[in-house]
């Protein structure tokens, strides 16, 4: 009630305003003040033809003067034309002043709009900028890491002499923290080279088993190291798909590693493809603490994790789910999570199925070129 109030009395003040506007009175730039004019009009034309009709008086302006001299109440319907034409010629300025206004108004939104994608495409370009200095930084630094793990491997081998077991110890831990450096630093240099759109993809004929068993045959040493047993439910046929084996192959890696990251000592994984609808769906589900639903989604944002304090107990950037969306939309997949607390994760991953007229096609290539 007391919103309905305060727009009444807006509109009341607005009007009054009006009134003193000298655009009201204007018939030449308010069109409404003759409108309303004329509207207002046919009042006294009626009632005079009226009075002059009663009395047989004769339809004259002499005629019309003396009725008003008899009768001096026939001024209100003299007035009416003039009334209306204040009040709509009041509505006429009240109508230009909001038109006015809008104008004003879209004209602000529209610098406004010019001044945000400026600013939009500034942000774009410092972004690819950013994603070339990360990536040239990244391939900078590992070059050096490389030397040090070599020097680091030709010492525990003792090709550089002999070493205590307090030294190996030692180049033990070193070279481990020296793998996580690496490892980190091939997340960046990935995601780095994928954000700047320079990351090369080599798509072929491929077997979507083969990569998903050298993914699961290079991180099973991890798997066992933690006592964590990988069940595997992969169809006897090829899955053939049109992709880049090793980034497809990364990508199953990322989500495989996160698996193993995540479940308890002694728990297992579970791994599956199947066929559906032209689609291979591959499913990768763990037996961690799980994910709350509110922050499944940021996962597949930059540098954002589950836990991101920095007394976590995982180590990475936040960069690895990324890598894998990415990866997988360039291939025309989609990938996602489900996840409840308490319940595990399962990471999923859909890419299109290689047709078989695809497939003839390849093989016909193939073997052409095998005979030329």
Known sequence: MSLKHSSASVLVVEFLRALLAPHTYSPHKNIETLFGFLWGLPIPVFAFAIHMYATGSPCTIQACVEIVRDNPLYLIFVAHPFLFAVIFG??????????FQIDALIADLEQHCEQLFSANEKLTVVDRLKSEFLANVTHELKSPLVTALGYSDRILSEKLGPITDRQRNALDVSKRNLIRL????????????LEA????????QTNLKDLIEAAGSDLLLKARDRNITIHSDIPDVPAWVSGDKMKLTQAIE???????????????????????????????????AGIPPD?????????????????RPYSGM?????????????????????SQPGAGTTAHIRIRQLSNNALETKETAHVTSAIG
């Open 90 to 99: 009041a509505l006429g300025t009240m109508r230009a002043q909001r038109d």
């Open 182 to 193: 690496r490892n980190l630093i091939e997340e960046i240099l990935d995601f780095s080279r």
């Open 197 to 204: 759109g320079v990351g090369k993809f080599n798509f072929e």
């Open 254 to 288: 990322n989500l495989l590693d996160n698996a193993i990251k995540f479940s308890p000592e002694g728990k297992s994984i579970h791994l599956s493809v199947k066929s559906e609808n032209d689609y291979w769906h591959l499913r990768i589900e763990d037996s961690g």
């Open 295 to 311: 922050q499944l989604a940021l996962l597949f944002q930059r540098f954002s994790q589950a836990d991101g304090s920095t007394s």
């Open 318 to 338: 936040g960069l690895g789910l990324v890598i894998v969306k990415k990866i997988v939309e360039a291939h025309g997949g989609e990938v996602w999570l489900e």
